[in-house]
Structures are given as C-alpha cells and as structure tokens.
C-alpha cells in the first residue's frame, strides 16, 4: 500500500487515498497484441462499463463509468494524458507507450476536473525514464482475425428461398387474386444450389501487426524517454483498414538541485478507410445478407454485375463492389506538447507553470463511381459523387500550481494544492460535395463540374474557452486518520452570461483501522481502510453557442415579390448552465493474511440534476420550446474487487474478480414528465420515463399467430389482422390492437457486470485469462425488423419456412402468413425481438516463454509469446455480438443491434527484447 498512485494534478501513496479509483500498470498487459488500449482495459476495473461495440480497425471502445447517462451532453469520461485534458481519445495513442492508467469514479477523486468530471476521468501517463538506467526495448507481433461462425445471420440459402418465394406467389394466387404466375427463377426450388452467401463474400482473414521501439536513458540530471511504433490493422470487412504511427520523447532536466524544466513531445498519424455507416441499419453490411442468395457476386467472365432485381424484391447494388470500388481514406495527424518547469521555492513549497497544446488536422475523402453508388432502393449505376472534408483544432492549457507538502511534529501530514488554468479550444471544419462527373476516370473533386461548399452542420467554426481556480487539501493524523478536501471553480463560455461560472466541492474522510492497536492483533487482518466521500461535478458537453438566440436564412415578400432575409429559429437562455452531478460513495479497503486476500467494495450513489431540456413555452412567444436545464436522473450501486496470490512458490497463480451492480431512475423529465423516445411503432425502440431505469424498450408483446377463424374472432384484432395473422396482447382491454397496447418489453442495463483474470507463472513460462461478462441487460435485434418481413422484398430467416399458410398448415405457430396488407402489425417493436444478452466472453488467453540468457552486453532478455483475442463467447444471445449497440456512448439508447461491423477472432504471435 506504500506504492505512488497519479491522482487528479499530482501523485499520492495508495493508502492515503479516500477517494474511490481503480489503476492498473500497462506491464501487466504487455502481452495483449491489440492496436486500442481500451480492448486491454475490458474486465479489469469494477464500476467500469467497457464494450466493443464493433470490431471496426482501431474503432474506439465504449466507456460508461458508473452508469453514467445525459440525455444530451456527452457520456463518455474525461480522457487525461499526462495532466492535459485531451479531445481525442485513447485510440490515438498507441498502447506500448502508456505507463499506467488510473480511473477516478467519485467526486472526490475527480472534482479538481470540476466541470468535466460528471462522466468519471481517466487518467493516462506516458511512460518515462528512471534516474540510473538505460534501457532499449523493442516488441514486434502479428497475427490474424477472422469472423466465426456463431451469430451469423441465420438467413435462407439459395434453394431455401427460392421454396419461400414460389410458396409466397402460389399463396397469393390462392388468398389474392394474383395471376402473374411463379416467376421462372423460384419454379424450380429443387434444382437450385446453396448460391451465395452474401455476408460471408464481404468479410476475409485479415492480418495486423505492430511494431515498438523505446530507449529509455536516465542520470541524476536529465532523464529521456524516446519511442517509436507503427500499427497496421486490417479489417475483416473488404478494403477497410487503419494504419497508425506514433512517436513520442518525455525528457526532464535538472537544472539545478532547485529547478526543474520538461519536455514532452509527441506525435500520432493515423490514416484509413472505412465507409461511414458501413455497419448501422440498411447499409452495405445490413443490406447484403437481405438479398437473394440465387444472385452470383461474380461472373463466369470474372466481371461483376453493378446491380439486381429480382422478382419481387427491391433493386439492390452488387455490395461487394460497392466495398471494393468505394474509396473513403482519410487522415489524422496529432500532435501533443508539453513544456513545463518546477521550482522548490522553500522547503515544502513548489511552484509548477505548465503549458500544454493539442493540434490535429483530419481529411476525409470520398469517391464514389457511378457503379458503386447506389444500395437498396436505388440501385446503381447512378451518377458518381464525391466530397471533401476537413478539420482543423487547436487545444491549449496553461496552468499555473502551488504545491505544499510538509510533515510537522511526525505524526501531521500536509499537502497542498492551489491552482489557476486557462484553456481554450477552437475547431474549424468544412466540406465540398462534388457531382457531374464526366467519368469514373478521376476521383479528384475538382474533375467534377459542380462542386458547393456545404453551408450546414459539416461546415463551420466553433470555439470555447474556461478558466479555473482549483484547490485541495490533504490531511492525515499518524498516517491512519485521513482527510481530503478539494474545490474547483470554472467558467466558461459555453453557458449563458448569468451562469457561466460554477463550483465544484468535494470532501472525504478515510481512517486505517488496521493501524489501531485493538486491531493489531488480529493476526489474519494485514489492512484495513474505511473511507467516505462527498462532492459536485459538471458534465459541459452541450455544444459551444446553446445559449444564444439563433436564426437561419427565410424569404420574405416585399413589395409584391420575394426577398431574401433572416428570421429567428431558436430563443436564447441566458440563465443556462452546466449538468451537475452530486455524489455519495462509502468504501472499504480490506487485506488479509499479508495482502495475499485483498478485498476492495464501494457503494455510490449520485443524483445528475440540470441536465439539457427543451421545455414548452406559450407559443405567443413564437417559439414552442426553450432550452433550459430541468431534468433529474438518480444512479446507484455495488462495486466489488477481489485480489488473490493464490499460490506463491515456483509456481504462482494471482487471480483478480470484480463484480458491479449498477441500478438508474428517472426522477424528472423536463415540465411535464415526458418520456424521452418511444414514440415510433418502428425504430424508436428505446424510452425514458419517469419512475423507470434509464432506456428500457418499449412495445408491443408478442402473443403467436391467430392459427383458427375461432381464435381470430374471439381475440383482440389490429386494422390488419384475420386468421394467421400475428397476435399482440390487448393492454388496456379495448379488444382493439394499436398504440396504446404498448409498454415496456426490455431493460438493457445489466444486472450486474463482471471481469475475472488469472495469471500463471512457472519459471520461464507464464500464461493468462482474461474473461469478461454481464448477467441480464436485454438486446433488440433490429435486423429482425428486416430478416422476419414476410412480405417477399428480402431473403428472410430458415424459421419463415415454418410460418401460418392455412389451417390445415399452420406452422409452429411464430410466424403470420404472407397475405398483403396483413404483415404491418409483425414488423412494429415487440417482446420477439428481445433477447437475453447475458454473456461470458474471454477476452484473451496468453502464454509466453521468457528464454533464458547468459549474462551478457547484448540481451538482457527475450520473450516470445502466443496470443488469442476474443476466443470464445457464451451468450443466448443470438446475434454475433452480446455487447453490441448502435448508439455508442448514448446511456438512453443501448442494446440496439442494427447489424454492425463484426468483432473478430485474433490469433497473434509476438516477441519482446531487452537490451
């Protein structure tokens, strides 16, 4: 417990901490070959919800820190590097240059973060050199992924669908009236093959690889820490990948025994391509396991069809030639600077000015053929598009701090903090669409002959700014009895002129009782902490100018003809302000026979209050809404974390368990206690309401199929219903089926959420199993929506085949007949697209061998090791991906699957030396 956590502005020792955050060294990951940090981050810390959402190359992982959720700020937690509040994210940085990560998760671990702290603060140190040695080290690893077979979608083959469509036309003629016949290609089920698997054409085994250099050099005056790395990783999905370098130097040089001056430059080029929305709703991924299967990608010729329609079914594009003649690079170059210098004024007292900036330039590219433009509902060749985006940013801090840290009398420790900050950022972006190409011959926006500006939301300049005054205070007695008092003040401009300012406090108490001599004697008891806190953070992700009165171009008519002026769109709030979080956490801190039993527990809760809301106003005013900060969520829960040496010999075995329960409310929703969403029968899957947890589904029950004309007549009837046609319970008991039938058919949050790690290690061997899970948390399958239509204009599940044709031949009683204007009610939200997404997955299993050497000037050591990511699955779950969602971040919209990119299976083989 002696060992130096990083805390919010500075370090501390691990038992003097009251605050509730989890660390963890990135040596004990070194061997997870990933390109993101945050895919080694999964089911390492308690109260932390980390999901791969998609498997796209370096995609950034969703992080929600005690369940945090705003309905329009930001959710995601404040990412740190090195003391500079970053805009960027983890998935710039490349894992093998990060030292450690530490998570703040109460208020009183984060409130110096005041405004920007609600979401929780993750704090990322770089890594740097020690004073006394020198050190190159060099990590090389490649592997493979590819997309398994389990959670495919469970669609028709070739001959399966074409049986469906010949039986769909002969029951129209039989029901309908029909006379057009079986068209020629579904007469004949039985001579047709398997055909194509359209989902299976787009994806292949694809290969990554990463490469890291450091050297790490340090005397009693200057330390320098300089590495390089470059990362490739190829996407499962056709023509998507990422690319990624880095370069970073962390130097300190003692000037003299007083002052101190740092230097930490880094820099990061990322560059890709992956089609925006390639993986959400009806685009390529989702639409290419719609289309019929007899349809061949590829021709005889070795040429491609550009497009298809098939009887009865929408025109669709050849996808794999959309993915393979689609061009979408685009670029990211980061650059991050730190200069500092520290000055011991008096014994005790350091002064430290530091000052930080943050630029990045992205591009983005699009070029889109005439036979590669088009999807469903419009197939190609249409005309080919192009466009061009840009984006400028600049992000700079200065900080001004006062440190006091002195012991009195050996038994009062002080520590002192007092600051001042300054930040600003600004971001400037702008697009060209491009169209009237001449040809496909060139991909360059400037060969098309109409190229406009785009005046809208992809377009513009935005900047704010903030000023902070910070403080803290921390105080212990004799080293058990322990207090920590911290304040931050900030204003910024994102608010109105009569809120733009902000207080931020917090308070906690932590005493070690194990330190007591009543308890000294108890001789399995190594540790014992109790700690409790309390304090205010902000959450400022609003947007830049919410508060300011808007307006937007209109037309007037002057004098009997049409002029062009201005009118108001939006009324201003002056009073609008920050989100506020207000939160409680008692802790407990737990070792037991020397530490080899470590137990860590944490209750919370926190009431978020303020958030953003567009509340009714008279509509005198001429405008329906005003913006304003009324809403109140509730959040609370269990935090458990478990540390083990089970064996300690030659042979050790250390095991690390974690367990959350997180639980939310809607306590208030704007004036009236609207619900937020819901409002659909399609798509609008996911509703707010107070009294309610935060985004549960909400729709009709499914109750089977009327299978009998005495079943029909005697149940509850839709404008569509009649015999064979789907059931969903009466509600409110009118016998009439519509919207007021609907209620609440899901809950995507978790019942509780866990991580379990076991590492092994015999002499030169070593091994370890990461597993990550939740119990409960509901998904809908929104691919359901499309692979259960009945209505013959996609290829639909094997379990159709089964579906209501007569009385005589009612199916198994799940799926309606096929009868046109009868299918509307089966394609609404309801409980049969809901599923358990209870899962247990592993997340990585790795064993490695340290060869031994001789001592020598060369090789200090070398490591080879094998590694597999996401190896197994267990979940009821029928889709691919039990952490899947749609939404990202959004804490009022999870458990939504709408087909996204596939996660895949990584197998990599790397090796590490030592100079």
Known sequence: MDEVVVVAYGTQKARSVTGAMSKLSTDELSDMPVSNIGQKLQGKFSGVQIYQANGEPNAGLTFRIRGQASPNGGNSPLIVIDGFPSTTGLETLSPDEIENITILKDAASAALYGSRAANGVILVTTKSAKAGKTQIEFSANTGWQSVGKRGRPDVMNAQEFAQFKKEYYEDAALYEGYTGGVPEVYQHPESVQDGTDWYDVLLRTAQTQNYNLSLTSGTDKIKSSVSVGYNKTEGVVLNTYSERFNARANNRFDATERITFGLNVSASYVKGQITPGIGEGRNIIGSSFLMDPQLRYKNDDGTYPISYSPPGMFANANYYLVLQERETPSTLAISRNNLYTEIKLIDGLKYRLSGNMEIFNRTYREWVPSEANGGMFSAPPNPATGRYDTRKHLNWLVENTLNYDKTFADKHHVDVLLGYTTQKTSDERARINASNYPDDEVAWFTAASSRVADAGGDSGKGEWSMISYLARLNYDFMGKYLLSASFRRDGCSRFGPLNKWANFPSVS???????????????????????????????????????????????????????????????????????????????????????????????????????????????????????????????????????????????????????????????????????????????????????????????????????????????????????????????????????????????????????????????????????????????????????????????????????????????????????????ELFRYNNTRWVSDGSYLMVKNLTLGYTIPFRVNPYINSLRVFLSGQNLLTLTNYAGMNPEVNNNGSDGLRQGVDQSSYPVARVFSVGVNFKF
């Open 509 to 823: 108490v932590g005493w070690i009782a194990s330190d007591e001599a009543f308890l000294s004697k108890v001789d399995p008891l190594s540790y014992l902490k109790i700690r409790g806190s309390y304090g205010k953070l902000g959450n400022y992700e609003i947007g830049n100018y919410e508060w300011i009165p808007e307006v937007t171009s209109a037309n007037y008519v002057v004098n009997g003809a049409i002029a062009a002026g201005r009118a108001p769109s939006r009324i201003g709030n002056n009073a609008l302000t920050w989100e506020t979080t207000e939160q409680y956490d008692l802790g407990l801190d737990l070792g037991l026979f020397n530490d080899r039993i470590f137990f860590v527990y944490d209750y919370y809760w926190k009431k978020t209050d303020g958030f953003l809301y567009n509340i009714d106003i008279p509509n005198q005013a001429g405008f329906s809404t005003i913006r304003s900060n009324i809403g109140e969520f509730h959040f609370w829960g269990h935090e458990f974390g478990v540390e083990t040496r089970n064996m300690v010999g030659d042979f050790k075995w250390n095991t690390h368990l974690n367990i959350t329960f997180n639980r939310n409310k809607a306590v208030k929703l704007g004036t009236n206690d609207t619900p937020i969403g819901g409002n659909a029968n399609q798509g609008d899957y996911n509703r707010t309401e107070v009294g309610q947890p935060l985004g549960q589904f909400y729709g009709y029950i499914y109750d089977g199929v009327f299978m009998t004309q005495a079943e029909y007549e005697a149940g509850p009837k839709h404008a569509s219903s009649m015999v064979g046609t789907v059931r969903m319970k009466d509600l409110n008991g009118d016998n009439i089926i519509d919207m007021s039938d609907r209620t609440f058919i899901g809950n995507p949050n978790p019942d509780f959420l866990y991580g379990i790690t076991n590492e092994f290690a015999y002499r030169q061997f070593d091994a370890s199993v990461v597993i990550a899970g939740a119990v409960g948390g509901d998904i809908i399958d929104d691919q359901l929506e499309w692979t259960e239509n009945i209505d013959g204009v996609f290829n639909v599940t094997k379990e159709v085949a089964e579906r209501w044709r007569s009385e005589s031949n009612p199916g198994k009683g799940n799926i309606p007949r096929t009868r046109a204007g009868t299918t």
